[in-house]
């Protein structure tokens, strides 16, 4: 077969829990599911040191290490893992067609789509210093390890006050940095935030720089930018919480998706509006977005594409 053209049975494209457990299932099944791991490849959790939280590790375990293991799983039941990124799709006929590289054309009876979801930043390099050192993305993931001590958060949607009120149960102050001069969460989220008495909002805050000793973060340089007061904050945890942004660039105007990008599947399924394309992880799922809810609807994919299969080879008579 040329290297230009290929046909597949299964292809996943994307390669964090819920493309690896997709392909786990799908090489079970022996569907010899084809995985295009993307430029991450193990994903989002690649970028993170201690994963305390998935079910089987009591000692935790440290994220890329955890997606080396999925990775050996998923190729021990044969699935061909290759690094390449792809480029276009074109779902209007059956099979769907993929380029990857933007050289090579696959055609694929069933696509599994878990390309995930990349966290927002504020773009400061000592953010990506003392990213796993202090700074985090997720407070579900990480406010564990801050127990007790003092942290700051910035945003004002309802992420944001959904994750400050979850670190205040855990840490002994929380700092929310706000922009502007209120929050853009629900209202019902806010009075939860101003009822919590360990949250300290600092309104028309904006977030200077990083301060750390070179190991752990040490305090946050904010200023305010209605009296152009510079201060430092002492906290030794800094969560961001201005949003995601879905991996879906690719499948705009083929695949249905909200406002913000994440890919729509029918309720309690990985269907999506394309016969035969199924979405799994964070790039469907703006609301749970961890590991472990990731890995269980890459299952929910590898089946759904058996059954779609299955259901093609032997019609049922009306």
């Known amino acids: 077969m040329s290297q230009e053209n290929e046909h597949v049975q299964c292809l996943i494209i994307g390669s964090g829990p819920a493309g690896y457990t997709a392909a786990i299932y799908a090489?079970?099944?022996?569907?010899?599911?084809?995985?295009?791991?993307?430029?991450?490849?193990?994903?989002?959790?690649?970028?993170?040191?201690?994963?305390?939280n998935f079910p089987g590790y009591p000692q935790g375990i440290?994220?890329?290490?955890?997606?080396?293991?999925?990775?050996?799983?998923?190729?021990?039941?044969?699935?061909?893992?290759?690094?390449?990124?792809?480029?276009?799709?074109d779902f209007s006929s059956a099979p769907h067609k993929i380029v990857v590289d933007e050289v090579k054309t696959i055609t694929a009876d069933t696509v599994i789509i878990a390309t995930g979801a990349t966290a927002k930043w504020l773009g400061l390099p000592s953010e990506q210093q003392y990213n796993g050192f202090g700074v985090s993305a997720c407070a579900v993931c990480d406010g564990f390890f801050f127990k007790g001590q003092d942290v700051a958060i910035v945003g004002a949607g309802d992420t944001a006050a959904e994750e400050a009120t979850y670190l205040a149960k855990l840490c002994k102050t929380v700092?929310?940095?706000?922009?502007?001069?209120?929050?853009?969460?629900?209202?019902?989220?806010?009075?939860?935030?101003?009822?919590?008495?360990n949250i300290v909002v600092h309104y028309n805050t904006e977030t200077q720089?990083?301060?750390g000793n070179g190991k752990n973060v040490t305090a946050v340089k904010v200023v305010n930018n209605k009296t152009?007061?510079?201060?430092?904050?002492?906290?030794?945890?800094?969560?961001?919480?201005?949003?995601?942004?879905?991996?879906?660039?690719?499948?705009?105007?083929q695949l249905d998706m909200d406002d913000t990008g994440y890919l729509l599947t029918k309720p309690g399924s990985t269907l999506t509006n394309i016969e035969g394309v199924f979405a799994c992880g964070d790039v469907q799922d703006m609301y749970y977005r961890q590991a472990v809810t990731?890995?269980?609807?890459?299952?929910?994919?590898?089946?759904?594409?058996?059954?779609?299969?299955?259901?093609?080879?032997?019609?049922v008579e009306a």
Not at 27 to 52: F, H, S
Not at 180 to 186: G, L, P, V, Y
Request: hydrophobic share 40%; charged share 25%.
């Open 209 to 211: 720089e990083i301060l």
């Open 27 to 52: 090489a079970r099944a022996d569907l010899k599911p084809v995985m295009y791991t993307g430029m991450q490849a193990g994903g989002q959790l690649t970028q993170t040191t201690d994963v305390e």
């Open 175 to 197: 700092h929310v940095l706000v922009r502007r001069d209120e929050f853009r969460a629900s209202k019902a989220m806010v009075s939860r935030v101003l009822a919590t008495p």
């Open 62 to 89: 440290m994220g890329p290490e955890m997606m080396e293991d999925f990775r050996k799983q998923a190729e021990r039941f044969g699935t061909d893992i290759r690094f390449g990124y792809v480029s276009t799709v």
């Open 228 to 253: 152009n007061v510079v201060s430092d904050i002492a906290v030794e945890g800094f969560f961001v919480a201005i949003g995601h942004k879905p991996n879906t660039d690719i499948f705009q105007g």
């Open 294 to 315: 990731a890995a269980g609807s890459g299952c929910m994919a590898a089946l759904d594409a058996e059954r779609y299969l299955a259901a093609k080879e032997h019609p």
